[in-house]
């Protein structure tokens, strides 16, 4: 019994040394934080790049796969890109099953641009090209452009898939795999990117409630999903679309991705 009562209480004390020694190393090493006036993150280029520490990831849905990455862009990244497509926005398009071709349609009614591929190549287009790389686990490569579009008020896109129903686009790169969409504006009422197909229970759409999922436009926020499922065929639940816009503007930039090679 004594033996025992020694072993436990020897044991009790390397613990407790164990938890205080860890203790004294974590403070430490934030204080030498502190004096070089540099967090871990702060020194580490990468860190920066993907802004570690700052993106927080929630899975909002398995089916449709849905993920927020809140933070992901920093408040002078989404005005940079807001600066960049101001002065060339167009009335935006969408694809023709047909011919594979942009037309004008009232199923989507806001204004936009993509980004050219010498602008692909800015220090801070690359840093945001590289971030969504990492976090959608697809590579840059496999990208099309980015499209910055604008929402003004009563404006709207319709319920729609991002993957293609023609031949003429599966020519190049194949078929779109995934979706990085990105909100560059606060201050928005409605505008939110409405899934019908995602979730169980209603969620608010351009100040209604209706069925499925919706995500608000948060300036900094993007949401990744996957038009393709785990088994390779394109994900009908993917279907989505922008909510009415009430009250401000809704900027945002898409980032789609394809099974190869784009450009």
Not at 114 to 136: C, D, H, M, N, T
Not at 175 to 192: C, K, P, W
């Amino acid at each position: 019994m004594a033996t025992t009562k020694f072993v436990f209480g020897l044991l009790t004390f390397v613990t407790v040394g164990m938890i205080i020694g860890a203790l004294v190393q974590l403070t430490f090493l934030r204080r030498l934080e502190e004096v070089s006036g540099k967090s871990r993150w702060a020194i580490d280029e990468d860190a920066q790049v993907l802004r570690l520490g700052f993106v927080k990831p929630e899975v909002i849905s398995w089916s449709p796969r849905i993920i927020v990455f809140h933070n992901f862009l920093s408040m002078e990244e989404c005005d940079y890109l807001r600066a960049i497509a101001k002065p060339r926005l167009q009335i935006s398009t969408v694809v023709d099953v047909k011919t594979g071709k942009g037309i004008k349609s009232n199923v989507r009614t806001s204004s936009g641009m993509f980004l050219s591929s010498e602008e692909r190549k800015y220090p801070i287009v690359q840093g945001i090209e590289k971030r969504i790389a990492v976090f959608s686990h697809i590579p840059a490569e496999n990208g099309e452009l980015i499209q910055v579009l604008r929402y003004e008020k009563n404006q709207y896109y319709r319920p729609h898939h991002d993957y293609f129903a023609d031949t003429f686009n599966l020519k190049r790169g194949g078929q779109r795999i995934a979706t990085m969409l990105m909100y560059l504006s606060d201050n928005v009422v409605g505008g939110e990117t409405y899934f019908p197909l995602g979730g169980e229970g209603n969620c608010s759409c351009g100040g209604k409630s209706v069925k499925g999922l919706s995500v608000a436009p948060v300036k900094g926020d993007a949401i990744l999903f996957w038009s393709m499922g785990l088994d390779g065929n394109s994900d009908p639940k993917s279907i989505h679309g922008g909510c009415e816009v009430l009250d401000g503007e809704k900027w945002s930039a898409t980032k789609w991705m394809r099974q190869k090679t784009s450009y």
